[in-house]
């Protein structure tokens, strides 16, 4: 003959998990939740600014200014990826400058220097 249920605890196998857990009714959950949507936004502009270098050089610049100023408001606040997205942004800053420079005097020195090349 099938045991009946006698209420020993089977029927918490049933029950959600929270209904499971015994705690006192003062008793609060606190969640750590730590809010790095500033961090991961400078990440993403960091790394936008440097995939739009060779393409949209004035949009890359806007959005590399972009990756360092909400990094560095970012890591005031101990947020994830801030440092990261600062780095990236500051990449994206100095690329295009690294890359006009060398464009400028490649394009200046090759007159006077053209026979060697």
Excluded at 10 to 16: C, F, G, M, S
Aim: hydrophobic share 45%.
């Amino acid at each position: 003959m099938p045991a009946q249920n006698s209420g020993n605890g089977n029927d918490d196998k049933r029950k959600p998990i929270d209904e499971r857990i015994e705690r006192p009714a003062d008793q609060t959950i606190v969640m750590n939740s730590k809010n790095s949507t500033l961090g991961l936004f400078s990440l993403i502009m960091g790394i936008v600014s440097l995939l739009t270098l060779s393409c949209c050089g004035p949009l890359s610049i806007i959005l590399a200014i972009t990756a360092v100023i909400t990094g560095i408001i970012a890591r005031t606040e101990n947020q994830e990826y801030a440092t990261i997205g600062i780095i990236l942004g500051a990449l994206g800053l100095m690329l295009p400058v690294l890359l006009t420079l060398f464009i400028t005097g490649f394009a200046f020195f090759t007159p006077l220097f053209g026979r060697f090349f």
